[in-house]
C-alpha cells in the first residue's frame, strides 16, 4: 500500500527523514500516528524510527536534545517544530514481566517493528509514503481488531503493561482484541501486579476517557484484568453495573472515577483510600471525593444549596452528569438555576471581614468571629441577604 498524499504533520517532517536518508541510514514513521491516520483519525505526535544510532543522529543535525538516549531517542528541533527519533532496536530479558533488561540498537526495521505490541502499531512509511507492513497490520486495522505481535503469551511475559494497552486501544478504536491475544491476556492477568501502578492507571484512564470506553471496559473486566488492580479484586459484578446505563462518555478523568466509586458503594474514607491506591493527582482526589459527596446527598435527596456550595459548585455540572446515568432524578435545570445565582464563590468574596465584624458587634476577636463569619456566607449562599457592607452589618446585627 502507499499513502498517496501524506498528512500535513509527516509532510512536514520530511525533510528530517531526508536528511537522514541523504547521510545512508534509513528513516520512516511509525507507531500510532501511521495508526491513525490510515483510521482517518487525527495525529498527534509523529514517532520517527531510523537505522542512525543516536551517536549519527546528533551529527547529523545541529541541533538537537538527549531525550532519552540510553533507549535510543534524540529530539531534533527543526525551526519551531521538534521531532523524537528513536534507533532501531530489540529488546530482550524481560526477567520482572516489564522492562526489559537490554536495549540492543539494530539496523533493521523488521526487528524493530518485531518488539512493538500489536500489529496495528507495527506499520511504518517510508518517506514516499510506502507503507511496510510486515504483520498483516493493514488487514488486521481493516478487520478492526487487535492482535498481538507474534505469540502473545511470549508479548505479554515480556511485558505485562501491554494486556492493558490491549483493552485501552480496544476502547479508543472500538476493535476487538483477537481471540488468542484475548486468550493470552485471560492467562496471564496476574501478571498485571509486577506492573507499576502508575503505568497501569495511564492506561486505564486512556481507555475510561474513550469514545468506546464500555467495549474496553467489559473486556477488562471478562479477560480478568480488573482482579489484579488496586481495590478492584472479587468486584466484578460491581463494576460490571457501570456497563447498565447508556452512558455516551465521561467529560474528565474525575468523573469517570466517581462513577466507579459509587458501583462499588464506597464511602468517602474507601473511596480516598481507592484513589490514593490508584496513585491519582492530589486534584483529581480532590474533586472525586467532593463530587461523590454530592452524589451521595443527591441520592438520599438531601442536598441544599449549602452544602452544594461547600463541595465545589464547579462539580456540580459533573455530579448532574452522573445523577443522569444512574437514574436520580430532580429537576436539574432549576436546581442549576438556583446554584447560578449564588453571588459568591468563596468566603474570600465576603463583602465584610472578621475585624468589621468585631466593631460591629463590639467584641473582641475570639471563636464568635468565625461562627458570624459563617452564618453571613450562608445567608449569602442562600440568598438571604447580599453580599455588600451595609446589608451584611443590618444582617449581623438583627441575627444576634
Ligand atoms: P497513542 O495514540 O496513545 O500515542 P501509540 O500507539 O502512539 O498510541 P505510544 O505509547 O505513544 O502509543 O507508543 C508508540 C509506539 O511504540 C506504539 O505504537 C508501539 O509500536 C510501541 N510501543 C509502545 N509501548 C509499547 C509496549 N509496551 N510494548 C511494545 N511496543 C510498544
Ligand atoms: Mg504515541
Redesign the pocket.
Known sequence: MQIKQLPADFKAALPVLEKIEQAGFEAYF????V??HILGLPI??V?IATSAYPEEIKEIFKRTVDTGIQHGTVTVLMGDDSYEITTFRTESGYQDYRRPDKVTFVRSLGDDLK???FTI??LAVDLNGNVIDKFDGLKDLDKKIIRAVGKAEERFHE?A??MM?AVRFQAQLNFKVEDKTAQAIADNAPLLEKIAVERIREEFV?LLLSQSWQTGFADFLKLGLSEYCPGFNEQKLKLEELLVPQKQIFMDEDEAWVAIGYVLSLNHGEFSHLLRDWKVSNKTRETSLNTLNLLHLFDSRDFDLWNIYKLGVGNLERTIELCKMFDIEFDYSKLQEKVAKISIKSSRELALSGKDVCEILGVKPGPIIGKSMSQIERAIVEGNVSNNFDDLRHYLLSNQ
Do not use: F, I, Q
Open positions: 511509525v507507531g500510532g500516528s495508526r491513525d498527534h505526535d514517532d518488539r512493538r505490541d502499531n507495527a511485558d503493561l501491554r494497552r486512556k
